[in-house]
């Protein structure tokens, strides 16, 4: 059973998927930790209802980034509790080469849209304002940057003439929920190498079930 720590800042719906499937036993992970920026945050609830330890670390915002005592304190907590691994989940700041560092390629991360289109905020208003007819969810490894690294898989959903962009992101959100713990599984499975920013599959993911 792989260690992992989630980092969210919202309401936690990947999460769950994520600790679902691990409680369902088609991911082989145990949840050890769900850190979280925000007191309110709906992840913390989540928590709570799967019985998965949670910490909240606030701290001073500056420019989207975690201050450096704010990351050193996220990354103690995964530290303490032995997370192997760290899966991103609606957490609303960069992380810097610190925490990085402390865990290279193995932070993950799941973005609203097809990547490289649309990093950053709002991704499927973004999608939907741009007028694309195809978008999507991507789980990435997480690097330096915002939204920029290596891909691990991506889902395509289609934009329908009646959307709004409320209605896009709500089908993308179902989506997500079923990529994340696919391309963890993969991920945990080792089924891959990493040449520059291109993830190379070695084995294929095994559909969802
Ligand atoms: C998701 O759309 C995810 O792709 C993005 O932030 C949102 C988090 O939603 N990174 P939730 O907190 O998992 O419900």
Known sequence: MTRIAVLAS??????????????????????????????????????????????????RRER???DAECEARFLAACRAAGAEWICLAGFMRILGEHFLGAYPDRVVNIHPSLLPAFPGLDAQAQAWAHGVRVSGCTVHLVDAGVDTGPIVLQRAVPVLPMDSAASLAARILVEEHRLYPEALRLLLAGGWQREG?????????????
Not at 49 to 59: C, M
Not at 200 to 207: C, F, I, K
Request: hydrophobic share 50%; net charge positive; glycine share 12%.
């Open 64 to 66: 989207g980034r975690l």
């Open 197 to 209: 920013r291109r993830l190379l599959l070695t084995a294929n993911p095994e559909p969802a079930t």
């Open 10 to 59: 919202g309401r936690g719906s990947n999460f769950e998927a994520l600790a679902a499937a691990a409680q369902a036993g088609t991911l082989p992970a145990a949840f050890v930790l769900l850190a979280s920026d925000q007191p309110g945050a709906g992840a913390l609830a989540v928590a709570a209802r799967f019985g998965i330890p949670s910490a909240v670390i606030t701290g």
